[in-house]
């Protein structure tokens, strides 16, 4: 009688479609999430790039507005903002107390075909504060 190790070979066929399998769904997975989470660094960073002005607290509503939207289109591929649309997803929020920072606000949901009719969604809400003096 042969020891057990001696007869062992390799995987089987059924081991190896299981493997093939489940990288399959998991690229499948990345390749679908992927372009959310882009257009998600995507905007943090002209949100970031808003904030990181010096008179950004000063400016007005749609000022700052605009000036995302003009980040956005210069930086990105996005398509989602227009000027018709932008007082919808970018708002500007007012301190509630003294000493408290503008804050500068996205909010809008984006899906992404998974499967069939299974759908990826990402719920997108992200403050910044704005710098400067907000009376000036």
Not at 38 to 67: F, W
Not at 113 to 135: E, P, R, T, Y
């Amino acid at each position: 009688m042969k020891p057990l190790r001696a007869q062992q070979q390799g995987i089987t066929l059924g081991g190896l479609m299981i493997v093939l399998a489940f990288i399959a769904v998991l690229v499948t997975f990345v390749v679908r999430a992927f372009p959310l989470y882009n257009e998600k660094m995507q905007i943090v960073s002209a949100m970031n790039s808003i904030a990181s002005n010096p008179e950004a607290a000063g400016m007005s509503d749609g000022e700052i507005q605009r000036a995302f939207l003009r980040n956005i289109e210069a930086t990105t591929n996005i398509q989602r903002f227009n000027d018709r649309n932008i007082k919808d997803y970018a708002k500007v929020i007012k301190p509630t107390s003294k000493g408290d920072p503008k804050m500068f606000q996205v909010t809008y949901q984006s899906t992404n075909v998974l499967f069939s009719d299974l759908n990826l969604m990402m719920d997108f809400n992200q403050q910044v504060a704005l710098q400067g003096n907000a009376g000036g």
